[in-house]
């Protein structure tokens, strides 16, 4: 053949070249014949390039160092954790800390369910994660996953195991078809998808809440890299139905899943017990029960850690309880005496040194028959006098007892809390309440203002009334309040109560027609100097009705008789008479001409609780959505005001075997201001003011500039809000 059919050979590809060799008697030696193809430089250089990228892409590794090392390790957990990962378990193994991994290899090889209440800061969590490894390598589970209390912090404990898996020389050495692939991926999660053995890719894929290992089968040692998967996901996470490439998890271990607010609030406990009982039992193949692990801490006698560690109450699980101090020195006295130094330390030795010499001194004679789960559990740090700060476990228990009390130590460190005595309230205290400032002055609204609502509750002597500016979000400042005295009621002493309400009622009339002309003509501004009156009031017509009544007939404006109720039927169908709501609504009363305003008081009361419980000010010290706060008072306090607000308070009380009552517990008469700050709170909601609704942020140093003022009529919105449009249609406006 000539030159030029050799190159019109070349020319074909490489099936157009078979068809018509297969046309040729001699057309195999006719291959052999032909010199090789000349590629040109762009593309030779685009095969240099590919040859390397798939070297890249290929990983190569050695034979186990220590095969021998590495099978007892996947005969023993204990020796397993100490040799690969002796950073993170450096302390030598205790008995409770040995129970609760044979409890969890236990559940892999048998099934059922186990529960292990352990102390607070004794490393469960990671114990968990890396049993949950050794169940992979040993064959004991195929795919584990970890719970936890928050999705967040799982895959955070789940990014720990990855860099571990990344970092440890010893288990690449002894686990090279597991610890390579993953070493070769570093911090890259796409090289995984690309990387590949002698070839063969090998599947492995890093994610925020699993990891699935590499399948390298083959191995002339023996491989264990064969898909394994982990996933660590949190309570509040996607649980339910948890499947990675069609996959279902083999064993589900509990990790903590109760924090402080989730312990202690009953929708909480039944929310994650229907999670625990159905989402998470149901996760295993539809012809297996996975096996479940509960470790927690427990913190009260009603949260779910205490339930279920309880053989009475949940026997199937088979509770388990350790404590820190199993018993306790024989010299309680001398121990008790080292307390009462530490809580009595001077200003000067803030550390409590005196203390701790005292304890150092005697330190054979204190801990004398005490016994401890955990001899290793102190601090080993030194102080700057030269000396450890903690000089043992025991120690270290009775700084804490000093520090934060028997009953925390008691409940956290030896998971037996004790008995709930008396009811619970949400924390809110006046001290609270008073810090809550907005940095506004007295009667100077915030920006963004839409409403501007006041409420006065009437007592025979003393009237009581607030006003509150409202912004979108039910973000809310008390810009105003004080009392209205009644004159003339002094004289008032009637036999029975009825007829004292009645003599009483004239002056508390004309101490409302005083109070209504001081609050109209009240310099209410905005930021622009811009004058406002208030859009809606409502007045307490529960015990005096007819002075409240007959005032809010004669004045109208923006003044309407209401009355609070607990328990509260609320109205949801509009009719002549009617104006529906769900926590406030309006009835008319035909024979007095006016609309009276029926107020669930206990949301309301509760409500307002909530709002002072929110913080102030936002990251961008912005005055916070749903946060009520208080006028600026010139270098003075809101004491008496901040009395009224928490002299109601809504509180639960748990009693074992019998479960929680919640009802509001009244430790002060003088709850006035608390009665007319809900009220006013009541009414931003007839003018529109919703806490989930969309808001507008609000600036904490109110802008110079001048913004349109708001038209009004009679104190109202021509364009209000919420059901108020309702009202006003009803009222031929």
Known sequence: MTTEDYGWLQSLNESQLESLLSLHPTGASLLTELPP???SEAE????????????????????????????????????????????????????????MMNDIISAARYGGDQSIAGPRGEGKTRLALYVALFLMLSGLSRFPIVIGKSQKKAEGELKNIKEKLQQSKLFRDDFPEIGYPFWKVGGWSSRGRMQTYKNVETNIEIAGDHLIFPTIPNLPWG???????????????????TNFRDERPTIAIIDDMEDREAANSDTLIEKNEEILEQDIA?????????SRVMLCTIQNRKCIAYKYTDPAQKPSWRGKRFRKMIRQPDRMDLVEQYIEMRRGRKSDDPDAREAFRFWKERQNEIEAGAVVSNPYSYSKKIHADGEPMELSTIHAYYNRVADVGAK????????DPPEDVGPVGSGLTAEIVASRRSGLSRRQLPMNCTALTAAIDLGKHYCHWAV???????????????????????EVREQSKADDIVASEPAIYTALLNWRDELLNKGYTDSAGNHRRVDFCLVDSGAYTRAAYEFCRQVRGPFHPSKGQSPFYPKTKESAGIIPGSNIYAAKQENEGLWLYHLDSSHWKQWVHERFLTPTFDEQNMLRKGSLSLFDADGRGHSSYSQ???????????KEGKGTKTYWDVRNDNNHWLDATYMAAAASEAMGIKLLGPTAELQAVPKTDKPKPASRQHGLPRNPSGWMQRFNKRRGR
């Open 44 to 99: 030779a250089d685009k095969t240099r390039k590919e040859e390397k990228r798939l070297a890249l892409r290929d990983i190569q590794f050695p034979e186990p160092k220590n095969p021998a090392q590495r099978e007892r390790c996947l005969r023993d957990c204990e020796l397993f954790l100490n040799t690969y990962f002796g950073q993170v378990f450096y302390e030598p193994f205790t008995s409770d800390r040995r129970e």
């Open 468 to 490: 509150v500016a409202w912004w979108p979000g039910a973000g809310g400042v008390v810009v105003d309040y004080g009392v209205v005295e009644v004159l003339g009621n002094r």
């Open 37 to 39: 193809k000349q590629m």
């Open 223 to 241: 491989s264990v890299a064969c898909g394994q998967l982990i996933a660590s996901m949190g309570i509040d996470g996607p649980v339910r139905g």
């Open 282 to 290: 149901g996760l295993g193949a539809s012809s297996e029960r996975i």
């Open 408 to 415: 925390a130590v008691a409940t956290e460190i030896d998971n």
């Open 644 to 654: 009224h607000i928490v002299a109601e308070q809504f509180v639960s009380e748990f």
